[in-house]
Nanobody, 126 residues
Framework: EVKLVESGGGLVQPGKSLRLSCVGS????????MGWGRQAPGMEFEWVSS????????YYSDSVKGRFTISRDKARNTLYLEMNSLKPEDTAMYYC???????????????????WGQGTQVSVSS
């Protein structure tokens, strides 16, 4: 059974940092492109960041570029999202996902992801 389990969310003040983790199991983690997306209440789903299967190429939405960093640890089957300089508009449920697409622009499209986690809530407020 494929599982993706996110953790690390919480309530933080603007300007602070959080690191999200996503542990994958039941599939060959190193062969999958991975990514993070988010959805705020009443808002459309937004794709945030992706990383190729090899881990050598990363992608970011304009809204998080320069503040968020995606990475992966193949030995631990874990995907990370380091979020710095958090803003209230970053408040959302964050989901990790795995794609059989290993690299390329298709990783920016949520439709190409095969497996999804249950999400972890991030709230940014003073």
């Amino acid at each position: 059974e494929v599982k993706l389990v996110e953790s690390g969310g919480g309530l933080v003040q603007p300007g602070k940092s959080l690191r999200l983790s996503c542990v994958g199991s039941g599939f060959t983690f190193s062969r999958y492109g991975m990514g993070w997306g988010r959805q705020a209440p009443g808002m459309e789903f937004e794709w945030v960041s992706s990383i190729t299967a090899s881990g050598d190429v990363t992608y970011y939405s304009d809204s998080v570029k320069g503040r968020f960093t995606i990475s992966r640890d193949k030995a631990r089957n874990t995907l990370y999202l380091e979020m710095n300089s958090l803003k209230p508009e970053d408040t959302a449920m964050y989901y990790c996902a795995a794609s059989r697409v290993r690299s390329g622009g298709l990783l920016l499209n949520q439709a190409w992801y095969n497996y999804w986690g249950q999400g972890t809530q991030v709230s940014v407020s003073s």
